[in-house]
């Protein structure tokens, strides 16, 4: 069964910027849609963004576009999120997944989830 | 957007009781492509059901979700003591974003 670990989550202040990572290991990562969801404290989940295994075609919640890019190395089975202008807002884990079935142009349901990395914005 | 409203926001049960809750969307979803989630505390969430109806690898058969257009549910026929979780579901398809709904605390009675 596959794994998927984050790393790359920590303190930044308001305004600065944090790159995530997601090792992907156990399946064959270029062939599947992956996405970064967030929870913040005490709250629900929220979809952030989600890059095909194929094209590369991204996508991104309103909240976090023009200051979030995703990206993958298919080479090296990993995930990144590149995160700028950071608010206070974006306090939260941030768990890497894997989509549970390669749909050419569908996203589909998350069936494999790291066990998330925490990132606090704060002065 | 689509929104997804899930209903009661927390669930009172005791183990052994059979629960039902409720995932409601704004608009009609495209193949039924929804899907539920449980979360247990200190843990990521885990993929119970698929495309509606369909449970994930490893799931037990007392978990069965069912519904298509706007409305659909979640069942969990005989509760055991480490079902007691939050619950959330979630749409999924061609067009982002990919919502989740508020979530629902079951708890033991």
């Known amino acids: 069964e596959g794994q998927l670990v984050e790393s790359g989550g920590g303190l930044v202040q308001p305004g600065g910027s944090l790159t995530l990572s997601c090792a992907a290991s156990?399946?064959?990562?270029?062939?599947?849609?992956m996405s970064w969801v967030r929870q913040a404290p005490g709250k629900g989940l929220e979809w952030v963004s989600s890059i095909a295994g194929v094209g590369g075609r991204t996508d991104y919640a309103d909240i976090v576009k023009g200051r979030f890019t995703i990206s993958r190395d298919n080479s090296k089975n990993i995930l990144y999120v590149q995160m700028n202008s950071l608010r206070a807002e974006d306090t939260a884990v941030y768990y890497c997944?894997?989509?549970?079935?390669?749909?050419?142009?569908?996203?589909?349901?998350?069936?494999?989830w790291g066990q998330g990395t925490k990132v606090a914005v704060s002065s | 957007d689509i929104v997804l409203t899930q209903s009661p926001g927390t669930l009172s049960l005791s183990p052994g009781e059979r629960a039902t809750l409720s995932c409601r969307a704004s608009?009609?979803?495209?193949?039924?492509?929804l899907a539920w989630y449980q979360q247990r505390p200190g843990q990521a969430p885990r993929l119970l059901i698929y495309d509606a109806s369909s449970r994930a690898t490893g799931i037990p058969d007392r978990f069965s979700g069912s519904g298509s257009g706007t409305d659909f549910t979640l069942t969990i026929s005989r509760l055991e003591p480490e079902d007691f979780a939050v619950y959330y579901c979630?749409?999924?398809?061609?067009?982002?974003?990919?919502?989740f709904g508020q979530g629902t605390k079951l708890e033991i009675k």
């Open positions: 156990g399946f064959t990562f270029g062939e599947y849609t």
């Open positions: 608009q009609s979803l495209s193949s039924n492509y």
């Open positions: 997944v894997k989509d549970h079935v390669a749909r050419n142009g569908v996203f589909d349901s998350f069936d494999i």
């Open positions: 979630q749409q999924y398809g061609r067009s982002p974003p990919f919502n």
